[in-house]
C-alpha cells in the first residue's frame, strides 16, 4: 500500500497542472453530487413563500368568531388596561394574565379598527416568524438545512395549527412560541459567546414569552435540558443564563400576584390518570389531519424508521449524535406539553409540536435517502392541501357568524325588554371537517355591541346553544311556561358556563328561567316573559321570531 501510494504521488507530482486538474474533477464530482440538495432547498423555501402568501390571503377574507369580539373590544381600552387587568378584563380575579397578547391587539386597533384582516394578517407573520424560529433552532442543535429548512415547513403547514393561525385569539400561542424559541436560541448563543446583549435578549424574550400565556412557564425546564445537551452544567454562561431566567419568571408569578389575586390561577387539575391520557392523546393528535388515524401513523412510522436506523446504538451509552439528540426532543416536547395536561385542547399543541416537526424532519430527511424524502414532500404537499381546505371553512364559519349577527340586530332593535335567544350556535363542524369552527359559544353579546350601528336597549338572554354539524333541524313544542326542544338532525345541544362539563339529565337555572335538560339532543325551556320580551330561535342560518 506504502509502494502504491508514493507511486501515485509521484506520477500525480510529476505531471503539470495534474493536482489542479485531480481537484477540478473532484469539486465538478461535489457538485454533481450536492446539485440535487441545493434544489430540494430552493423547493423548500419557495414551498414555505407560497405557503405563505396562500394562508395569508385565506385568512384575510375570515371575520370575528367568537372569543374574538370580546378580548378585541377589551383590548381597544389600551396598554394601561392590558397591563392592569387579566385576559378576561377583570382586576383581582381570574387565571390568566396575557398582557403582550392584549397590547398587541391594540396596535392591530390602532391601525385598523376591528378590520379582521388586520389582525388575521398579523397572525400568519407571527406564525410565519416562528416557523423560521424552528429552522433557527434546528441549527443551533447543528442539523442539516435541508433537515431544518424541513422541519419548518413541517411546522408551518400542520394541520393541527388551524385554530392557533384562523382564530385571532389564538395569537396567544402564537406569540408565546415566538418569544420561547427566541430565548432557547439566544440561550444557545449566550452559552456560545457569553455576550451581554444574547444575556439581555434572553431576559426580554423569557419575559415576553411568559406574559404571552402560561404555558411558558416551562422555560427553564428547558433550557436546563439545553445545558445537560450541551454538557455545560460547570460553566458560567449556563448557570448565569439559567439564574437570569428563574429570576425573571419569580417577577412574573408577582406580577400575576398583583393583578389576578394568585400566582397560580388557571393551571390544570392534578390527576395522573388524565395527565397519562392528555399525553397519550397529544403524541396521537400532533400529526393527525381529516384522516383521523394518520397522526396515531405517523408517529409509529417514524418510531420504525429511528429503530431501523439507529437500531443498534440506541442503548448505546455512547452512540453519538443520535441519542442525545432524540433524548433532547423528547424532554422539550413533554416539558412544553406539560402545562397543557389537564384540560387539552388543539391549540396547547402549537409549542410543543415544534420539538415534534424538529424530530419528524431528523428521522425522515437525515440519511437522505431518495424514497423517505419523497415522502416527505407528499407528506407536506397533503398538509398543505388539508390547512387550505381547513382555511375556506374558516372562511364560510366567518360568513355564517356574520349572516347570523346581521340577521339577529333587527329583532335586538324591536325589543326593549330582554330578548330570548334559543338555539344560539356554538360552533359548526361540517361534514369531513378537521376541527369544529367557533360562532357564539359566549360572544353573542359583544358581537351585537359591536356590530350595530346604534345602541341597543334590549338585554340579551342566551337560552341554549346548538353545535351545528349538518342540515340542522329541529322540533319544537309550546307548553305553558315556554317550549319544549328536541334536534331532529344536524347537531347536538352544547353547554356552555353553568352548564360546561355536566352529563344530562340536570338543570341550569338563571335570572330569567330554568332549562331542564334530558339529553344531548332534548329539553325543556321555561322562561319569565314579560309583555316587552321577545323569543327568537336560530333556525337554517337566520333567526325566526317564536314569541309574540
Not at 456560545?192 to 415576553?208: N, P, W
Request: aromatic letters at 14%.
Amino acid at each position: 500500500m506504502l509502494r502504491n501510494s508514493r507511486f501515485w504521488t509521484r506520477l500525480v507530482c510529476s505531471r503539470p497542472n495534474a493536482g489542479h486538474r485531480v481537484n477540478h474533477h473532484l469539486r465538478k464530482t461535489r457538485a454533481i453530487f450536492l446539485a440535487p440538495m441545493s434544489k430540494g432547498l430552493t423547493f423548500l423555501k419557495l414551498c414555505t413563500a407560497a405557503a405563505f402568501a396562500i394562508l395569508a390571503w385565506i385568512a384575510s377574507g375570515i371575520s370575528l368568531l367568537d372569543d374574538d369580539w370580546g378580548h378585541l373590544k377589551l383590548a381597544s381600552k389600551g396598554f394601561a388596561s392590558a397591563l392592569t387587568t387579566g385576559w378576561e378584563g377583570l382586576i383581582g380575579q381570574g387565571g390568566y394574565y396575557r398582557p403582550v397578547v392584549v397590547s398587541s391587539f391594540y396596535l392591530d386597533y390602532l391601525i385598523g379598527g376591528y378590520a379582521p384582516a388586520i389582525y388575521h394578517i398579523h397572525n400568519i407573520l407571527i406564525h410565519t416568524g416562528c416557523a423560521y424560529l424552528v429552522f433557527l433552532f434546528a441549527r443551533c442543535l447543528s442539523t442539516d438545512r435541508a433537515v431544518a429548512w424541513g422541519a419548518a415547513l413541517l411546522f408551518f403547514l400542520l394541520p393541527i395549527h388551524t385554530d392557533s393561525i384562523f382564530w385571532i385569539v389564538g395569537r396567544t400561542d402564537l406569540l408565546c412560541t415566538l418569544f420561547y424559541l427566541s430565548a432557547l436560541i439566544l440561550f444557545f448563543k449566550y452559552m456560545q459567546r457569553d455576550s451581554t446583549s444574547a444575556l439581555l435578549g434572553l431576559a426580554v424574550c423569557s419575559a415576553l414569552a411568559f406574559l404571552s400565556k402560561e404555558m411558558a412557564v416551562s422555560l427553564p425546564i428547558a433550557l436546563a435540558a439545553l445545558v445537560a445537551y450541551r454538557k455545560a452544567w460547570n460553566t458560567a454562561p449556563a448557570r448565569c443564563g439559567l439564574a437570569v431566567v428563574c429570576i425573571v419568571l419569580l417577577a412574573y408569578f408577582g406580577v400575576r400576584w398583583l393583578v389576578l389575586g394568585s400566582v397560580l390561577g388557571g393551571t390544570p387539575r392534578v390527576s395522573i390518570i388524565d395527565w397519562a391520557r392528555d399525553s397519550v392523546k397529544a403524541v396521537a393528535k400532533f400529526g393527525m389531519s381529516d384522516i383521523w388515524w394518520l397522526g396515531i401513523a405517523l408517529v409509529i412510522g417514524s418510531a420504525g424508521i429511528f429503530i431501523y436506523q439507529h437500531g443498534r446504538n440506541i442503548l448505546n451509552k455512547n452512540a453519538g449524535f443520535c441519542r442525545p439528540f432524540a433524548l433532547l426532543l423528547i424532554f422539550l416536547l413533554g416539558a412544553s406539553l406539560a402545562p397543557a395536561l389537564g384540560h387539552l385542547h388543539n391549540w396547547y399543541l402549537y409549542l410543543p409540536s415544534a420539538f415534534f416537526c424538529l424530530g419528524i424532519s431528523m428521522i425522515w430527511l437525515n440519511k437522505k435517502q431518495p424514497i423517505l424524502c419523497s415522502l416527505f414532500a407528499v407528506l407536506i404537499l397533503y398538509y398543505g392541501v388539508v390547512i387550505g381546505r381547513e382555511g375556506f371553512l374558516w372562511r364560510e364559519a366567518s360568513q355564517m357568524s356574520e349572516n347570523a349577527i346581521a340577521n339577529l340586530i333587527p329583532h335586538a332593535r324591536a325589543t326593549t325588554g330582554t330578548l330570548f335567544v334559543c338555539n344560539v350556535p356554538s360552533a359548526w363542524t361540517p361534514s369531513g371537517a378537521f376541527s369544529g369552527k367557533p360562532l357564539f359559544a359566549y360572544a353573542l353579546k359583544n358581537a351585537l355591541a359591536m356590530r350595530s350601528s346604534q345602541p341597543l336597549q334590549a338585554k340579551i338572554a342566551m337560552v341554549n346553544h346548538v353545535w351545528l354539524t349538518d342540515d340542522f333541524a329541529y322540533r319544537i313544542h309550546r307548553t305553558n311556561t315556554g317550549f319544549d326542544l328536541a334536534i331532529a338532525k344536524g347537531g347536538f345541544f352544547s353547554f356552555h358556563s353553568k352548564g360546561q362539563g355536566q352529563t344530562p339529565p340536570f338543570e341550569i337555572v338563571q335570572m330569567w328561567g330554568r332549562v331542564a335538560v334530558h339529553a344531548t339532543d332534548s329539553l325543556s325551556i321555561a322562561l319569565n316573559m314579560q309583555p316587552e320580551d321577545r323569543v327568537v330561535i336560530y333556525n337554517k342560518g337566520e333567526f325566526e321570531k317564536l314569541w309574540p
